[in-house]
């Protein structure tokens, strides 16, 4: 997997939901402008919007720093959210389909994993999470993790 | 820097077409603008007697669990208030990546666009006499 150097990251913050609404618009324009596919933005823009959800409710809110890959083929898009709020105990049961804490489907975590190419969380109880994930323009179908 | 979204939970209007209700979302929707739709259409619902709910989402260009959650609950209420719910218009790349995150929505009747959505409305209305009439 290349892994050009990060460029031009934009930082945004993440405190309402207009916040949300402005977050997946710059994800869908960054995207878009990248070369993305429709299919490839619009799952892009959906995990986004889970994980923003993630950090405003359940992290008390936070920000997210967007950062185009574009040296080399293929680009990508990298998304970082990031929060100071209580962090998440258990991951495993975390990244459970169903598994909620915040009275939503619990599909937030789990599900945003397979609308991406790539998946890293980074929490510890007390400081915060950071949930950073990226995509790449070409797809590559074979890795999905979670799927069913 | 880019502009700010409009207002938080603007309105969606709901539109009246004869027993049934037209709700046509677009473009960014907030959290709020989606719950407060949610109840507005219970509202109108028990006020009007309508009997179908036609949802029309194709000016949507995401949903997300949320939206997914509130279009699945907002089709609840309504059959709680003897109406039904039929959720047209979803753009295929929408459909790919709900089916992907792991919302597939069971129990959320979908058409292809407004007018197949209204003719699967009227043809699962029962022809039973004793509906409830509009007004008065």
Redesign the interface.
Known sequence: MPDPAPSRATSLPVGSDADLARVRRQIRQAAAGLGFGLVQQTKLVTAASELARNTLVHGGGGHVEITPLTLGEPRGLRLSFVDRGPGISDIELAMTDGYTSGGGLGLGLSGSRRLVDEFALDTEPGTGTTVTVTSWTTAIPAARPGAR | M?P??PG?AAAVPVLALGETLLVTLHG?????TAELLQQDLAERIARSGAVGVVIDISGV??????L??VLAETAANARVLAARTVVVGM????A???V????TLPGLTTALDVELGLELLTRARPAAPGRRERGT
């Open positions: 880019t700010p979204s938080p960014e929707l907030h959290d709020g260009d995401m949903v997300d669990s949320f997914g959650r753009r295929p790349a929408v790919i990546t709900l992907e995150l792991g919302l």
